[in-house]
């Protein structure tokens, strides 16, 4: 179906062309492939971004492993209509590890066929392996190749100025709704990798929730706070899909302090978990980078 270049990709998606925020999500498929990891989370990040609405990322949002999904899951991903949104994106990672027989594959080759307009489907291949002709020919091919010298620079000031997750000397800052919370590094008990509904996500937790409740504005608590009635009823709808264990007793959660127990609880003990949104490499190596910057703050 074509294939362009990293930078092509973000000149698309700027100029609003083919593949750009009213495309994106309309049966796109893109295959992202080369030596080059962190430009492809960045070309994920940059084609998200634009193909789902402001606010919606948390309702229509799914990455998984190849190497872990069955068909009927990614049917059940590719396939689920979006919520409050008109369209959903997919991130299915490691392409590589899909035999040529498998179930799996199979499935993916007969989706490409006929791709849901409602589903942005990204394809990942890892590092060091060609894209695979069968399923690039269902797809628009991204290749993320070492930048010049002369782009590098430019682009790590770019992703700088855009990471959402700030670390000052003192604090953790986070962004809540169209608000920034900060929670002491002090506060911070453990750093870690929480498994949620087959995601991994960098997470913390807290010793104390009261310096973090009390920097935040109380218009950022409320919006959150209505947002979570929208996200406990497609949690709802997910842990059914995947056979996961129920929302339980915190099913009626309503204030944020509740919010970061039931998650507690769903994760296996971390508060607070780090979309891939709001991070700017892999979650394992962003979970690995933000528990040394912690244990260096703690002194």
Known sequence: MGAVSFDALLRSLK??????PREAGRGAVYYLHGDEEVLKDEAIRALVDR?????THDFNFDQRSAADLEPQIFHTLVNTPPMLAARRAVVIRGLEDLKKASKMRQELVRYLGAPNPSTLLILVQGAGDPPDPELARGATTVAAERLAPARVHQWVADRAARLPLALAPDALEVPVEDFIARIPWRDIEAVGLAHVSGQKMP???LARYNNYMASLLPEAAHAFERRWGAMKWMARATMLLANEQSLG???????????MRANRALTGGYDMSFAWSQIDRPAAKFAAFLEAEWRERQG
């Open 15 to 20: 100029q609003g062309s083919q593949g750009g």
């Open 203 to 205: 997470s913390i937790r």
């Open 51 to 55: 193909a789902l609405e402001p606010g």
């Open 249 to 259: 007793e915190h099913a009626n959660s309503s204030t944020l302090a509740d919010v």
